[in-house]
């Protein structure tokens, strides 16, 4: 089998930051199938994570988020008193007012793609899995996608100017198998299949972890509502979007397009009816 010729199920990911170990086992393997560049090694000054964020060469990012001292967000239920339970990434031998949270970043594959909409040359198209790739052969690296994305997300490479991110392994859907970084996972935080499995998947898992007493645990990108009218890519977090580097309230810039044109178009009419005025009352 070498592709579909009909439509097929959307497809995305469930990634379960509450079972999240910080491994990296997706970043490299992200690299490694997909044939992405190595970061060069620095000192980021972020605790432990090396890559501060997706880009060009970073389609996986493990982030590393370090709580302590009363930094908990206000409404999370979490308290930060001496009978505070242990949270993800947290021993035992650690003060109960300190925690980790590790979540594993990547593209949301949004149902309206701001990427794909201000893409001049279609380098950037949505597949039979309703997910948004980009055609290194095509792209011609404009930079309009770069800050079109809500996200941070796509990025282009210095070497070559183009842009690159996550193709959810495109290649590996064709043919049936599922993306690298979910194979790789060992706890099973990222979880891959239809978007309607993902999505009822997370929101039954936030419910155990809801019971379990992390009354701050909340779903991220889960169903058709907010700016880019949804999500191929479903995040539980145990703290607000703004913790992890995502913001709470994306928007797809590209919605304006319509209405930009439409008064770009008014004000052309306008200016041409102005000049054909200024040209015949002149020749009166």
Not at 183 to 189: E, G, N, Q, R, V
């Amino acid at each position: 089998m070498t592709g579909y010729d009909d439509g097929q199920p959307r497809m995305g990911f469930f990634t379960d930051t509450s079972v999240c170990i910080g491994c990296k086992a997706c970043e490299v393997a992200c690299k490694e199938w997909n044939g992405v560049p190595e970061n060069p090694f620095a000192w980021t000054g972020e605790s432990y994570d090396n890559t501060s964020g997706l880009g060009a060469n970073s389609w996986r990012h493990v982030a590393f988020i370090e709580q302590g001292g009363g930094q908990f967000a206000a409404g999370s239920g979490e308290s930060t008193s001496a009978g505070h339970s242990a949270s993800a990434g947290q021993s035992a031998g650690q003060a109960e007012d300190f925690r980790w949270l590790m979540s594993s970043d990547v593209c949301k594959h949004c149902t309206t793609a701001a990427c794909l909409d201000v893409c001049p040359t279609g380098a950037l198209f949505k597949t039979e899995f309703e997910t948004v790739v980009v055609q290194e052969d095509v792209c011609n690296g404009c930079g309009y996608c770069v800050p079109a994305c809500p996200y941070g997300v796509i990025d282009r490479r210095e070497e070559d100017g183009r842009a690159w991110k996550c193709t959810l392994c495109y290649d590996r859907l064709k043919v049936g198998e599922e993306p690298a970084c979910a194979k790789a996972c060992p706890t099973d935080s990222i979880n891959f299949g239809t978007l309607e499995a993902m999505t009822a998947m997370a929101a039954d898992r936030l419910d155990v972890v809801v019971a379990a007493g992390r009354a701050g645990a909340q779903l991220y990108g889960d169903g058709p509502s907010g700016g880019v009218d949804g999500t191929g890519s479903v995040f539980l977090l145990l703290d607000d979007p703004e913790v992890y580097g995502l913001p709470p309230d994306p928007i797809a810039t590209s919605k304006d397009l319509p209405s930009m044109w439409g008064a770009a178009a008014a004000a052309a009419v306008t200016l041409v009816g102005a000049v054909v005025a200024a040209f015949v009352g002149g020749r009166r």
